[in-house]
């Protein structure tokens, strides 16, 4: 599979903001799973949010508890782009962070947290949260 490639990375002082974007070239326009996810050094590969979507159903999107409300993630159907809104960031949430793609649509959207459900990964962005 084509990998996905992610961008907008960077430094940003705690309670900030950052927008990741991942094009996900490599996903059908009829159906698609896009998820993100951060690990930090030394630390697991964490589920940050996912989002899927099938052209005749519709789509749905999936947060890990420890965002809701904070970050936000969508879709460009026109640019094949997925992005993620992260607003109040905290510290402990530096990480790389990687875009995972699939071509399959997931109904159920805890589906979209594990890692098994993607075929394709980027190299992931570095987000760096200041105290």
């Known amino acids: 599979q084509v990998q996905p490639v992610e961008s907008g990375g960077g430094l940003v002082q705690t309670g900030g903001s950052l927008s990741l974007s991942c094009a996900a070239s490599?996903?059908?326009?009829?159906?698609?799973?896009i998820g993100w996810f951060r690990q930090a050094p030394g630390k697991e590969q964490e589920f940050v949010a996912g989002?899927?979507?099938?052209?005749?159903?519709?789509?749905?999107?999936y947060y890990a508890d420890s965002v809701k409300g904070r970050f936000t993630i969508s879709r460009d159907s026109a640019k094949n782009t997925v992005y993620l809104q992260m607003n109040n960031l905290k510290p402990e949430e530096t990480a790389v962070y990687h875009c995972?793609?699939?071509?399959?649509?997931?109904?159920?959207?805890?589906?979209?947290?594990?890692?098994?459900?993607?075929?394709?990964w980027g190299q992931g962005t570095q987000v760096t949260v200041s105290s």
């Open positions: 995972a793609q699939d071509s399959s649509y997931y109904p159920i959207t805890d589906y979209l947290s594990r890692s098994s459900s993607y075929g394709s």
């Open positions: 490599g996903c059908r326009t009829s159906t698609c799973a």
């Open positions: 989002i899927t979507w099938h052209r005749g159903i519709g789509g749905n999107t």
